[in-house]
C-alpha cells in the first residue's frame, strides 16, 4: 500500500528565507506522480507544485522546487524568499498514474515570521 | 468560471444522526472525489464518481456512501453518525479523472459530531 510520511508537523522561516519541507513515501511502482499541495485558511487546497515521476528533473514553480529522490523515495519541497501569503499548511500527495486517487501526508503547518 | 462549491460550510448533528454533503464540481468536470481531513491523519480517500458510476472506494464503512447525479453534482451521506466522523470533508473535482489532469478542491463541509 502507498503512505506518505511528513515528519515535521510544524515548521516556522523568516520572511525572505528559504525553508524546506520534508516528505517520503512508500510504494511498490516505478510510475507515478507526486504532489505539494497548499491549504490557507480558507481550507481550500491549492496545487504547488508536481512531479512525474519517470522524469529526473526537478520541478520547479518560481519560487517553490522540489528535490526528487526517486531511489530514497523522497519529496522535498524548498520554498525560497518566502512570503508571508506562504503561511499555510502543506501537505504532500501521491499518485498512482491509473486510477484517481491521491495518498496524502499528515501535513506541515509552516509559520512565516515577519 | 465558478470553482468546486461545497454546502454546507458548516454542519452540527448528534451521534446517530444521518448527513447529506453536497458538492458541485467546475462546470465540465465529470469526476468528483471525496476526502476526510482530520488533525494527525491528514487527507484520506472515500470515493471517487465519474459519469454518475462509483469508480474508487477508499477504506471506510459502509456507512459512508455517495451518489453523483447526471448534471455531475454529488453528494455525500453519512449514516449513523460518530464521534470520530467529526472532520473536514473535501471534495474535488476534474475533467475525467485521469493522470495528467489538475485536481480543484472545495472549500469543504466542517462536520461536527456531538
Known amino acids: 500500500a502507498q503512505t506518505v510520511t511528513q515528519s515535521q508537523p510544524e515548521m516556522s522561516v523568516q520572511e525572505a528565507e528559504t525553508v524546506t519541507l520534508s516528505c517520503t513515501y512508500d510504494?511498490?511502482?516505478?510510475?507515478?506522480?507526486l504532489f505539494w499541495y497548499k491549504q490557507p485558511p480558507s481550507r481550500q487546497m491549492i496545487l504547488v507544485i508536481r512531479q512525474e515521476a519517470y522524469k529526473q528533473q526537478n520541478a520547479t514553480e518560481n519560487r517553490f522546487s522540489v528535490n526528487f529522490q526517486k531511489a530514497a523515495k523522497s519529496f522535498s519541497l524548498k520554498i525560497s524568499d518566502s512570503q508571508l501569503g506562504d503561511a499555510a499548511m502543506y501537505f504532500c500527495a501521491y499518485r498512482t498514474r491509473t486510477g484517481n486517487q491521491f495518498y496524502f501526508g499528515t501535513g506541515t503547518s509552516l509559520t512565516v515570521i515577519p | 468560471k465558478a470553482g468546486v462549491t461545497q454546502t454546507p460550510r458548516y454542519l452540527i448533528k448528534t451521534r446517530g444522526q444521518q448527513v447529506t454533503l453536497s458538492c458541485s464540481p467546475i462546470s465540465g468536470h465529470r469526476s468528483v472525489s471525496w476526502y476526510q481531513q482530520t488533525p494527525g491523519q491528514g487527507l484520506q480517500f472515500l470515493f471517487e464518481y465519474f459519469s454518475e458510476t462509483q469508480r474508487n472506494k477508499g477504506n471506510f464503512p459502509g456507512r459512508f456512501s455517495g451518489r453523483q447525479f447526471s448534471n455531475s453534482r454529488s453528494e455525500m451521506n453519512v449514516s449513523t453518525l460518530e464521534l470520530g466522523d467529526s472532520a473536514l470533508y473535501l471534495c474535488?473535482?476534474?475533467?475525467?479523472?485521469?493522470?495528467?489532469?489538475?485536481?480543484?478542491f472545495g472549500s469543504g463541509t466542517q462536520l461536527s459530531v456531538l
Open positions: 474535488a473535482s476534474s475533467l475525467d479523472g485521469r493522470e495528467n489532469e489538475k485536481l480543484f
Open positions: 510504494t511498490s511502482e516505478s510510475d507515478y506522480y
